[in-house]
């Protein structure tokens, strides 16, 4: 018996509709067909009238969810790919994230978004979007890496009473197996050191967890022990565990998928050097995809991205400071 | 409609008086639409006003003192000066607070009426109204749409006060009439004259009782012409003098107060003891409003989750005007 | 042939240029490998341009006389087709190098190949590279155990550059955590910090031998005995009353001058060494002198030095001939640019020309220690022969 990452989001998203008579799912082509990567398969079905599907219409799909949320319902939006949510960027970061701090009503929405990059998918359906939504007040933004975190972050997001940003990597969808969901759960807001060390701290999210372990791996036969931890929510973000790791090691590298300006990278970066100086004993260290959009091409696109292999490299660049 | 003419008069003379911070809009010109639209909506129904419905916020039972005090700064208004102006409201009691960008609460309402749907309430409709200018923009358009393909109750009425800002319709759109548009939704608009009370009335009531009994989305294109400026700030000289002299420039007011007149159903006494009673009640409630109390940066909790244990914390605590 | 060009090297800190004084060799000659092949002149000495490599002299374009700042182009060098190979590099390259305009900074035709920084991207600057160089966590942990630099001095680094790591430093730590330990005193400590600190300046030190004979002959006869360090104390501050610029502090450039002639001793006390300080010693006669010397000697033994007895004096003097030592070169103390040592006396022969024989003679070496900012060699060893010659009259003191 196994679970994948995209099962374990269907799971979740199954559980709060039977748990909760005022979760809704609303997105293009969720309903009787599914979703375009079958997150809301059978869904429609199960749960008759609660699964709908939208026009193309990404800015009136938040805004009919911030509205449903008003009149007491929950609703979780698919965004068909992260790419897409800018038309809908608008109701997300002006309306929904100030609806609470202006009026005192809670927006308890949750929208989820299919993102980074995959072989061949190419600018539009490659991106991730999470620095730019936890750039704004008002939002929540997690990032699930395992298939755990996937189904019960999920289920958390729904209860949370602000809107949250449920980034979700379609690169994990159909390769990340578990052997079983979970029965508990790391509280949403705490990072997990995936892989306990002593002469480096990688500190990563959603997919490149994956690349930073196997770089953390290949380091070990050399003599180095890495440790690896998953930040699991961008925003709010767990800044203890990240200093209490860069307390053990000294040295810091930060690892992402999205653009290299600005971004979780270097917000981690940022916190460590202004509250814990004192603890670095070397500069830290960024790794992100290269300043440019996300190409087409199988070659070009392994070349833009951090890999497992870019990750060792400014690993032991790092040690060697 | 007197008393938010009023209100209005008053929050414009405080602004040339540099009382108020920020800008001041009016609804001068726009009180007959927009108070139809207030005096058909019930609790329960949801209400997006806009820039200039002042007098459908009264109607529906927004108090003088919400207005008075979010455009002050008070900390006791509704928005405790997180925002300001016409961006005030009770979501919670259904009056949704604008956004500044345009069309933006069309689909808001409609989430609401999904709500409704969702919950088993009947009877219930939503207000969105719009502006000529607003209707260019795609969050009309997808929200408009949204609404007839979920043949949702709602009443969407269009205000073309001829204006957006210093834009006359003819730079804004090309069809003959706003009300053409709905055709292209699956819809029929309503047509009324928004310098006449009673036609907008009508016409209103109808377009409500309509989504009420479940006949779908309905539109409403009033026409008339903006009697201010976009803003305080703005002297509105740039509109046509021959649409000031034309009957869709007559003042819904002066039309009101001479029907009145003319029927025998007031007396001038009459009308000027309504304005009086407007005065005063607006008069105390300016008086109030001054006399209290400014945010305090200090004693805000400058918390923008409902879930606080989420929250971070940025500033340097030495420096930070976080309580 | 690849012609190399003679450049103008950085002759020392803060020299900028030098002038031509001679060509040790000519167009058309010979030159080895670094032989010296330019005779410049710089405000401190005169000092040779070497060859860059092995082979014949091409040009010299400099002009006897001139001056060239670093960097600049003299002439040039062909390369020999051993040297090509010897350097790995292609001896048929035909053009020169264009020499810049006006000679300043290094033409980037170098034969030699250059330094890999270990650390990619921008360099790491001259101050952050290095055992010198202290992370933010080396230094936080540095503060916490309340060391200083000189206490990492020869701890080998694996970092960049050399640099010690903070796991090279928390081995070290551990390391000593195997090795006996005793506490040091907190008198050791301070004594540990004020040698640090002194140690910032360059320091160096003369000497002059002091011959006995008319000292030990006064003092057979003093009553109560007066210690040799007090005739050197009250010697050094009649030289220093003639001219105390010797004693003053270097300022930023100004030299500021002791207001008062206060000298004060050194005096071993348990695990340190105390200085109390006699004030206005130039004006005070040897006899007045001495109650109050013996006085603050045993005071400092039993570690009751009053505080108006510590501090304040512009120089110090310290008998390490007590320790048997001939000779030692001590720190001044940290505020302070002169310490007087005295040496341990003994008989040594000494030519005597009017006897034309060795005569045996009781002599100590005097020694001088001092900031070498203030003052040079010359005005150090005029001191101190103004101190010899005036001990030479100890019944003037």
Same mark, same amino acid.
């Given at each position: 018996?196994?679970?994948?990452?995209?099962?374990?989001?269907?799971?979740?998203?199954?559980?709060?509709?039977?748990?909760?008579?005022?979760?809704?799912?609303?997105?293009?082509?969720?309903?009787?067909?599914?979703?375009?990567?079958?997150?809301?398969?059978?869904?429609?079905?199960?749960?008759?009238?609660?699964?709908?599907?939208?026009?193309?219409?990404?800015?009136?799909?938040?805004?009919?969810?911030?509205?449903?949320?008003?009149?007491?319902?929950?609703?979780?939006?698919?965004?068909?790919?992260?790419?897409?949510?800018?038309?809908?960027?608008?109701?997300?970061?002006?309306?929904?994230?100030?609806?609470?701090?202006?009026?005192?009503?809670?927006?308890?929405?949750?929208?989820? /978004?299919?993102?980074?990059?995959?072989?061949? *998918?190419?600018?539009?359906?490659?991106?991730?979007?999470?620095?730019?939504? *936890?750039?704004?007040?008002? /939002?929540?933004?997690?990032?699930?890496?395992?298939?755990?975190?996937?189904?019960?972050?999920? /289920?958390?997001?729904?209860?949370?009473?602000?809107?949250?940003?449920?980034?979700?990597?379609?690169?994990?969808?159909?390769?990340?197996?578990?052997?079983?969901?979970?029965?508990?759960?790391?509280?949403?807001?705490?990072?997990?050191?995936?892989?306990?060390?002593?002469?480096?701290?990688?500190? *990563?999210?959603?997919?490149?967890?994956?690349?930073?372990?196997?770089?953390?791996?290949?380091?070990?036969?050399?003599?180095?022990?890495?440790?690896?931890?998953?930040?699991?929510?961008?925003?709010?973000?767990?800044?203890?565990?990240?200093?209490?790791?860069?307390?053990?090691?000294?040295?810091?590298?930060?690892?992402?998928?999205?653009?290299?300006?600005?971004?979780?990278?270097?917000?981690?970066?940022?916190?460590?050097?202004?509250?814990?100086?004192?603890?670095?004993? *070397?500069?830290?260290?960024?790794?992100?995809?290269?300043?440019?959009?996300?190409?087409?091409?199988?070659?070009?696109?392994?070349?833009?991205?951090?890999?497992?292999?870019?990750?060792?490299?400014?690993?032991?660049?790092? /040690?060697?400071? | 409609?007197?008393?938010?003419?009023?209100?209005?008069?008053?929050?414009?003379?405080?602004?040339?008086?540099?009382?108020?911070?920020?800008?001041?809009?009016?609804?001068?010109?726009?009180?007959?639409?927009?108070?139809?639209?207030?005096?058909?909506?019930?609790?329960?129904?949801?209400?997006?006003?806009?820039?200039?419905?002042?007098?459908?916020?009264?109607?529906?039972?927004?108090?003088?003192?919400?207005?008075?005090?979010?455009?002050?700064?008070?900390?006791?208004?509704?928005?405790?000066?997180?925002?300001?102006?016409?961006?005030?409201?009770?979501?919670?009691?259904? +009056?949704?607070?604008?956004?500044?960008?345009?069309?933006?609460?069309?689909?808001?309402?409609?989430?609401? &009426?999904?709500?409704?749907?969702?919950?088993? &309430?009947?009877?219930?409709?939503?207000?969105?109204?719009?502006? @000529?200018?607003?209707?260019?923009?795609?969050?009309?358009?997808?929200?408009?749409?949204?609404?007839?393909?979920? =043949?949702?109750?709602?009443?969407?009425?269009?205000?073309?006060? %001829?204006?957006?800002?210093?834009?006359?319709?003819?730079? %804004?759109?090309?069809?003959?009439?706003?009300?053409?548009?709905?055709?292209?939704?699956? +819809?029929?608009? =309503?047509?009324? @004259?928004?310098?006449?009370?009673?036609?907008?009335?009508?016409?209103?009531?109808?377009?409500?009782?309509?989504?009420?009994?479940?006949?779908?989305? %309905?539109?409403?294109?009033?026409? +008339?012409?903006?009697?201010?400026?976009?803003?305080?700030?703005?002297?509105?000289?740039?509109?046509?003098?021959?649409?000031?002299?034309?009957?869709?420039? =007559?003042?819904?007011?002066?039309?009101?107060?001479?029907?009145?007149?003319?029927?025998?159903?007031?007396?001038?006494?009459?009308?000027?003891?309504?304005?009086?009673?407007?005065? =005063?009640?607006?008069?105390?409630?300016?008086?109030?409003? %001054?006399?209290?109390?400014?945010? @305090?940066?200090?004693?805000?909790?400058?918390?923008?989750?409902?879930?606080?244990?989420?929250?971070?914390?940025?500033?340097?605590?030495?420096?930070?005007?976080?309580? | 042939?690849?012609?190399?060009?003679?450049?103008?090297?950085?002759?020392?800190?803060?020299?900028?240029?030098?002038?031509?004084?001679?060509?040790?060799?000519?167009?058309?000659?010979?030159?080895? $490998?670094?032989?010296?092949?330019?005779?410049?002149?710089? !405000?401190?000495?005169?000092?040779?341009?070497?060859?860059?490599?092995?082979?014949?002299?091409?040009?010299?374009?400099?002009?006897?006389?001139?001056?060239?700042?670093?960097?600049?182009?003299?002439?040039?060098? #062909?390369?020999?087709?051993?040297?090509?190979?010897?350097?790995?590099?292609?001896? #048929?390259?035909? $053009?020169?190098?264009?020499?810049?305009?006006?000679?300043?900074?290094?033409?980037? $035709?170098?034969?030699?190949?250059?330094?890999?920084?270990?650390?990619?991207?921008?360099?790491?600057?001259?101050?952050?590279?290095?055992?010198?160089?202290?992370?933010?966590?080396?230094?936080?942990?540095?503060?916490?155990?309340?060391?200083?630099?000189?206490?990492?001095?020869?701890?080998?680094?694996?970092?960049?550059?050399?640099?010690?790591?903070?796991?090279?430093?928390?081995?070290?730590?551990?390391?000593?955590?195997?090795?006996?330990?005793?506490?040091?005193?907190?008198?050791?400590?301070?004594?540990?910090?004020?040698?640090?600190?002194?140690?910032?300046?360059?320091?160096?030190?003369?000497?002059?031998?002091?011959?006995?004979?008319?000292?030990?002959?006064?003092?057979?006869?003093?009553?109560?005995?007066?210690?040799?360090?007090?005739?050197?104390?009250?010697?050094?501050?009649?030289?220093?009353?003639? !001219?105390?610029?010797?004693?003053?502090?270097?300022?930023?450039?100004?030299?500021?001058?002791?207001?008062?002639?206060?000298?004060?001793?050194?005096?071993?006390?348990?695990?340190?060494?105390?200085?109390?300080?006699?004030?206005?010693?130039?004006?005070?006669?040897? #006899?007045?002198?001495?109650?109050?010397?013996?006085?603050?000697?045993?005071?400092?033994?039993?570690?009751?030095?009053?505080?108006?007895?510590?501090?304040?004096?512009?120089?110090?003097?310290? !008998?390490?001939?007590?320790?048997?030592?001939?000779?030692?070169?001590?720190?001044?103390?940290?505020?302070?640019?002169?310490?007087?040592?005295?040496?341990?006396?003994?008989?040594?022969?000494?030519?005597?020309?009017?006897?034309?024989?060795?005569?045996?003679?009781?002599?100590? !070496?005097?020694?001088?220690?001092?900031?070498?900012?203030?003052?040079?060699?010359?005005? $150090?060893?005029?001191?101190?022969?103004?101190?010899?010659?005036?001990? #030479?009259?100890?019944?003037?003191?």
């Amino acid at each position: 018996m196994s679970i994948t990452y995209l099962e374990a989001i269907r799971e979740a998203q199954a559980k709060a509709l039977a748990d909760d008579p005022r979760v809704f799912i609303y997105g293009q082509d969720v309903g009787a067909f599914g979703g375009a990567f079958k997150a809301t398969k059978n869904l429609a079905k199960e749960f008759p009238g609660r699964v709908l599907d939208a026009p193309i219409s990404e800015d009136a799909i938040v805004g009919a969810a911030i509205g449903a949320a008003i009149n007491g319902m929950r609703p979780i939006i698919e965004m068909q790919f992260a790419d897409f949510s800018t038309p809908g960027f608008n109701q997300i970061v002006n309306q929904a994230a100030t609806l609470y701090w202006r009026t005192q009503v809670p927006c308890p929405i949750t929208i989820r /978004l299919p993102s980074g990059g995959t072989s061949g *998918a190419g600018p539009f359906h490659s991106q991730s979007m999470e620095s730019l939504y *936890a750039h704004y007040p008002g /939002l929540i933004v997690m990032t699930p890496a395992t298939v755990e975190d996937a189904y019960s972050m999920l /289920l958390e997001a729904v209860a949370i009473d602000d809107p949250v940003i449920f980034c979700e990597h379609k690169r994990l969808y159909y390769h990340l197996k578990a052997p079983a969901l979970p029965t508990e759960a790391m509280p949403v807001g705490k990072a997990r050191i995936h892989r306990p060390g002593r002469d480096l701290t990688i500190v *990563a999210y959603s997919a490149m967890l994956h690349d930073a372990l196997a770089a953390a791996e290949e380091l070990a036969g050399e003599g180095a022990e890495i440790e690896v931890v998953d930040l699991r929510t961008i925003k709010p973000m767990d800044t203890d565990t990240i200093m209490a790791s860069v307390a053990r090691t000294g040295r810091l590298l930060c690892v992402g998928e999205s653009f290299p300006w600005g971004g979780v990278t270097a917000e981690v970066v940022a916190r460590v050097a202004t509250e814990g100086f004192a603890l670095l004993d *070397a500069p830290p260290q960024r790794l992100n995809a290269k300043d440019t959009p996300i190409p087409y091409h199988p070659k070009l696109w392994l070349g833009h991205r951090p890999t497992a292999e870019s990750v060792c490299a400014a690993a032991r660049h790092l /040690l060697q400071m | 409609m007197v008393l938010s003419r009023v209100l209005d008069d008053k929050m414009a003379g405080l602004y040339r008086a540099g009382k108020i911070h920020g800008g001041v809009f009016l609804g001068r010109g726009q009180e007959a639409l927009s108070v139809s639209v207030g005096l058909a909506l019930r609790e329960g129904d949801v209400f997006a006003p806009l820039i200039r419905d002042g007098a459908g916020r009264l109607a529906f039972g927004e108090p003088v003192l919400d207005a008075v005090r979010t455009f002050l700064g008070s900390a006791l208004g509704p928005m405790r000066g997180r925002d300001g102006n016409v961006h005030r409201g009770r979501p919670g009691e259904g +009056l949704l607070a604008m956004i500044s960008h345009l069309g933006a609460m069309i689909s808001v309402v409609n989430g609401a &009426l999904l709500a409704h749907r969702f919950q088993n &309430l009947k009877g219930l409709v939503g207000a969105a109204c719009i502006g @000529d200018g607003g209707t260019s923009t795609g969050a009309f358009h997808e929200g408009l749409n949204q609404a007839a393909v979920e =043949r949702l109750p709602l009443v969407l009425v269009v205000a073309n006060n %001829q204006y957006a800002y210093s834009t006359p319709t003819r730079r %804004q759109f090309a069809c003959d009439d706003l009300a053409d548009k709905a055709a292209g939704y699956g +819809l029929s608009a =309503r047509r009324a @004259d928004g310098t006449d009370l009673e036609d907008c009335l009508r016409v209103i009531a109808a377009a409500v009782a309509d989504a009420r009994a479940g006949g779908g989305p %309905q539109m409403v294109v009033a026409r +008339l012409l903006r009697l201010c400026g976009h803003g305080e700030h703005d002297d509105a000289h740039y509109i046509d003098p021959q649409l000031k002299q034309s009957p869709l420039g =007559r003042d819904c007011l002066a039309v009101a107060e001479e029907r009145l007149l003319r029927e025998g159903w007031a007396d001038a006494e009459a009308i000027r003891a309504l304005r009086q009673k407007a005065a =005063r009640e607006v008069d105390k409630a300016v008086a109030t409003v %001054q006399r209290e109390p400014a945010p @305090d940066p200090y004693k805000e909790n400058w918390c923008a989750l409902a879930s606080r244990h989420l929250s971070e914390m940025f500033e340097n605590p030495a420096l930070s005007t976080h309580s | 042939m690849k012609q190399l060009p003679i450049i103008m090297p950085q002759l020392g800190e803060s020299i900028a240029e030098a002038t031509i004084v001679s060509f040790l060799v000519k167009p058309g000659d010979f030159a080895a $490998a670094d032989q010296d092949v330019i005779e410049v002149e710089t !405000n401190k000495a005169a000092m040779n341009v070497a060859s860059p490599c092995g082979g014949t002299v091409i040009s010299i374009t400099a002009k006897i006389g001139e001056s060239y700042p670093v960097g600049a182009v003299l002439g040039y060098v #062909q390369l020999s087709p051993q040297e090509a190979l010897r350097l790995g590099l292609d001896a #048929q390259e035909s $053009a020169p190098p264009p020499s810049p305009a006006n000679g300043a900074g290094r033409v980037e $035709a170098d034969a030699r190949p250059g330094v890999q920084p270990m650390v990619r991207g921008l360099p790491v600057p001259a101050h952050a590279a290095g055992a010198s160089y202290m992370s933010p966590r080396m230094k936080a942990r540095m503060h916490e155990l309340g060391l200083h630099a000189a206490d990492l001095a020869g701890l080998p680094g694996s970092g960049a550059a050399g640099r010690v790591t903070i796991q090279d430093f928390e081995k070290f730590l551990a390391h000593l955590e195997s090795s006996k330990l005793t506490s040091a005193s907190s008198m050791r400590v301070a004594v540990a910090d004020a040698m640090r600190r002194s140690w910032t300046r360059p320091l160096a030190t003369v000497a002059l031998p002091c011959p006995l004979e008319a000292m030990l002959a006064h003092r057979k006869m003093s009553e109560p005995k007066i210690g040799p360090a007090l005739y050197a104390l009250r010697s050094l501050a009649l030289a220093l009353a003639e !001219n105390s610029a010797p004693a003053g502090r270097l300022i930023g450039n100004k030299i500021v001058h002791p207001p008062s002639i206060d000298v004060g001793f050194a005096v071993e006390a348990e695990e340190g060494v105390l200085v109390p300080v006699l004030r206005d010693v130039d004006v005070h006669p040897l #006899q007045t002198l001495v109650g109050r010397y013996n006085e603050l000697i045993e005071l400092a033994r039993q570690r009751r030095l009053p505080p108006e007895a510590t501090g304040g004096s512009i120089a110090t003097v310290t !008998n390490f001939g007590t320790f048997g030592l001939t000779w030692a070169t001590p720190i001044p103390l940290p505020e302070q640019t002169l310490v007087l040592g005295l040496g341990a006396g003994r008989k040594v022969p000494s030519w005597d020309d009017k006897k034309n024989q060795f005569v045996p003679v009781t002599e100590a !070496n005097l020694t001088l220690s001092f900031d070498h900012r203030v003052l040079d060699g010359g005005a $150090a060893g005029r001191l101190l022969a103004r101190v010899v010659s005036l001990l #030479q009259t100890p019944e003037k003191l």
